[in-house]
């Protein structure tokens, strides 16, 4: 309950679903959850797919799916699964409202309050021109305002086709409202013209959906983006037109790159499938895009769901532009990794060998040793299957620094040596120990010492002479596999 109202808390994403889900809208989606939660209200996912070439089922799916990873779970809106709806107060997909958006229209046509316009595009255009070059706003100025209902009906029926216009010639007045971001909000009614409400082809515009549906779904509260501001102006006149009482609106802040510009797809990901893609964890995102224009009132920066969700309040949301760092949110996701145990980092790692093609043949006990060796070395899922590839024979590559190493007139001979040591051994893989031993029978028969041993060793078993530790990596490599390494660097260096 809203303790200003008295207005159950009621909050809805609206996604035009057009593709993934782009950061902004997963922090408005987020905001508007845990408004919800924390005030015991309800979340409900409304579909504005009034375009209906671009917003099809499959976009849909798209959304539907990037939210249900993030965990951020809707109490009315399209199933998830088979986008059936569940609450009562639907549908919740505006394509199949449209009866409702008609309906509406014709009420505010019979009370005079909308009109019948007939002006063609290029008449649109000319008075556009004009006025502007006149010096004047250019709003429509439409001749058919005046006309009776009888008279455009009668076109109509002649088969002309009318979109239908809202009246704003009667609004001469300021439009105030209390921006739950930005505080007053101050429009004046002649920043609009008389502005459509049906298209000639009966299609409904997004300003009369959303109003119609936010009364209809009893939304208590409007958080959304900044670029919806203008928005408002025409919202709040068809909210008077029709005698509703508005939403409290919230406009959240823009989300910039590192440069102050608005965050667009050229400077990387952007959107919630290729962060997770890239190996985000759906909590690091949550987490990172909360941060976005909100903070928690202790100054934490690492806060779970739970916690923002007891933490959140409209109060703290800031209307200064968002800076999107993408350092930081590694950083943060890194520390998100840190918090799974070895076995489940590594199921988690499961799908990410799968897209990067890695194959990690690894019994089940040296899984956990494995992360163990290699945790400290990423920050996200996908370089964490990345820097699985050392264990994996395919992407064993000699790089070019070995060349030096292996230019040592001790560096064959331990490589060697090395190579036959494994193939007298009985275990498929070494033990730490073993390889210890194993590396000390090859410093004594070929009397290499420090660097000579320890760079040889390093390029037999990782292609170059630095890298993770030896006797980390050793045991998580079959000896099979490591004979093949050394062969291959043998085959390289020494001409038979
Ligand atoms: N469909 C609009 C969008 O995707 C929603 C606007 C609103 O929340 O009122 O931006």
Same mark, same amino acid.
Not at 133 to 144: E, L, T
Not at 307 to 332: Q, T
Not at 445 to 451: C, E, F, L, R, S
Not at 472 to 486: C, D, E, G, T, W
């Given at each position: 309950?809203?303790p200003?109202?008295?207005?159950?808390?009621?909050?809805?994403?609206?996604?035009?679903?057009?593709g993934?889900?782009? &950061?902004?809208?997963?922090?408005?989606?987020?905001?508007?959850?845990?408004?919800?939660?924390?005030?015991?209200?309800?979340?409900?996912?409304?579909?504005?797919?009034t375009?209906?070439?671009?917003?099809?089922?499959?976009?849909?799916?798209?959304?539907?799916?990037?939210?249900?990873?993030?965990?951020?779970?809707?109490?009315?809106?399209?199933?998830?699964?088979?986008?059936?709806?569940?609450?009562?107060?639907?549908?919740?997909?505006?394509?199949?409202?449209?009866?409702?958006?008609?309906?509406?229209?014709?009420?505010?046509?019979?009370?005079d309050?909308?009109?019948?316009?007939? %002006?063609?595009?290029?008449?649109?255009?000319?008075?556009?021109?004009?006025?502007?070059?006149?010096?004047?706003?250019?709003?429509?100025?439409?001749?058919?305002?005046?006309?009776?209902?009888?008279?455009?009906?009668?076109?109509?029926?002649?088969?002309?086709?009318?979109?239908?216009?809202?009246?704003?010639?009667?609004?001469?007045?300021?439009?105030?409202?209390n921006d739950?971001?930005?505080?007053?909000?101050?429009?004046?009614?002649?920043?609009?013209?008389?502005? &459509?409400?049906?298209?000639?082809?009966? %299609?409904?515009?997004?300003?009369?959906?959303?109003?119609?549906?936010?009364?209809?779904?009893?939304?208590?509260?409007?958080?959304?983006?900044?670029?919806?501001?203008?928005?408002t102006?025409?919202?709040? %006149?068809?909210?008077?037109?029709?005698?509703?009482?508005?939403?409290?609106?919230g406009?959240?802040?823009?989300?910039?790159?590192?440069?102050?510009?608005?965050?667009?797809?050229r400077?990387?990901a952007?959107?919630?499938?290729?962060?997770?893609?890239?190996?985000?964890?759906?909590?690091?995102?949550?987490?990172?895009?909360?941060?976005?224009g909100?903070?928690?009132?202790?100054?934490?920066?690492?806060?779970?769901?739970?916690k923002?969700?007891?933490?959140?309040?409209?109060?703290?949301?800031?209307?200064?532009?968002?800076?999107?760092?993408?350092?930081?949110?590694?950083?943060?996701?890194?520390?998100?990794?840190?918090?799974?145990?070895?076995?489940?980092?590594?199921?988690l790692?499961?799908?990410?060998?799968?897209?990067?093609?890695?194959?990690?043949?690894?019994?089940?006990?040296?899984?956990?040793?494995?992360?163990?060796?290699?945790?400290?070395?990423f920050?996200?899922? /996908?370089?964490?299957?990345?820097?699985?590839?050392?264990?994996?024979?395919?992407?064993?590559?000699?790089?070019?620094?070995?060349?030096?190493?292996?230019?040592?007139?001790?560096?064959?001979?331990?490589?060697?040596?090395?190579? /036959?040591?494994?193939?007298?051994?009985d275990?498929?893989?070494?033990?730490?120990?073993?390889?210890?031993?194993?590396?000390?029978?090859?410093?004594?028969?070929t009397?290499?010492?420090?660097?000579?041993?320890?760079?040889?060793?390093?390029?037999?078993?990782?292609?170059?002479?630095?890298?993770?530790?030896?006797?980390?990596?050793?045991?998580?490599?079959?000896?099979?596999?490591?004979?093949?390494?050394?062969?291959?660097?043998?085959?390289?260096?020494?001409?038979?």
């Amino acid at each position: 309950m809203n303790p200003l109202t008295q207005r159950p808390v009621r909050v809805r994403f609206a996604p035009s679903p057009t593709g993934y889900l782009h &950061v902004g809208g997963a922090r408005t989606a987020l905001y508007n959850y845990l408004f919800a939660k924390k005030n015991n209200g309800k979340f409900i996912l409304r579909v504005e797919d009034t375009d209906l070439a671009r917003s099809t089922d499959q976009s849909l799916k798209m959304v539907i799916e990037d939210l249900k990873w993030l965990g951020l779970d809707w109490d009315e809106g399209p199933d998830s699964v088979t986008l059936n709806d569940q609450g009562d107060l639907g549908p919740y997909r505006q394509s199949q409202r449209l009866s409702v958006y008609k309906e509406h229209a014709f009420k505010l046509l019979k009370e005079d309050k909308a009109y019948y316009c007939f %002006m063609t595009d290029q008449e649109l255009e000319e008075q556009r021109e004009n006025f502007l070059a006149a010096g004047r706003a250019p709003h429509v100025d439409s001749p058919y305002k005046t006309w009776t209902l009888e008279q455009a009906q009668a076109e109509l029926l002649k088969g002309r086709k009318g979109a239908l216009r809202f009246k704003t010639e009667g609004l001469k007045k300021n439009y105030i409202f209390n921006d739950l971001v930005r505080s007053r909000v101050d429009f004046p009614s002649d920043m609009v013209g008389d502005f &459509v409400i049906l298209r000639s082809d009966g %299609m409904p515009v997004y300003n009369f959906c959303n109003v119609i549906d936010d009364y209809l779904m009893k939304i208590s509260h409007v958080l959304r983006a900044e670029e919806h501001l203008p928005n408002t102006l025409r919202q709040l %006149m068809l909210y008077e037109a029709f005698g509703w009482e508005a939403p409290e609106f919230g406009h959240l802040s823009l989300i910039l790159d590192e440069d102050r510009k608005k965050l667009s797809k050229r400077k990387g990901a952007t959107s919630c499938h290729e962060f997770k893609n890239e190996g985000y964890l759906p909590e690091a995102l949550n987490n990172f895009v909360a941060l976005l224009g909100w903070s928690d009132p202790s100054g934490e920066e690492i806060l779970s769901l739970e916690k923002m969700i007891s933490n959140f309040s409209l109060e703290r949301l800031n209307s200064a532009g968002a800076v999107f760092d993408p350092v930081k949110l590694k950083w943060m996701n890194s520390q998100y990794l840190k918090t799974y145990s070895d076995d489940d980092l590594f199921k988690l790692l499961g799908p990410y060998f799968k897209s990067e093609n890695i194959n990690v043949i690894l019994p089940a006990d040296k899984q956990a040793q494995a992360i163990k060796a290699l945790r400290t070395t990423f920050e996200t899922l /996908q370089e964490g299957a990345l820097a699985f590839r050392v264990l994996d024979n395919q992407f064993f590559e000699i790089e070019f620094d070995s060349n030096e190493v292996m230019s040592w007139e001790s560096s064959p001979p331990v490589v060697l040596t090395w190579a /036959q040591e494994l193939s007298h051994s009985d275990h498929e893989y070494l033990t730490e120990a073993l390889f210890l031993e194993i590396q000390e029978k090859v410093k004594n028969q070929t009397g290499a010492k420090g660097k000579f041993l320890f760079m040889a060793l390093r390029v037999a078993v990782l292609g170059k002479p630095h890298g993770l530790e030896l006797k980390l990596i050793v045991p998580l490599i079959s000896k099979q596999a490591l004979i093949l390494r050394a062969e291959k660097v043998l085959g390289k260096y020494v001409k038979s």
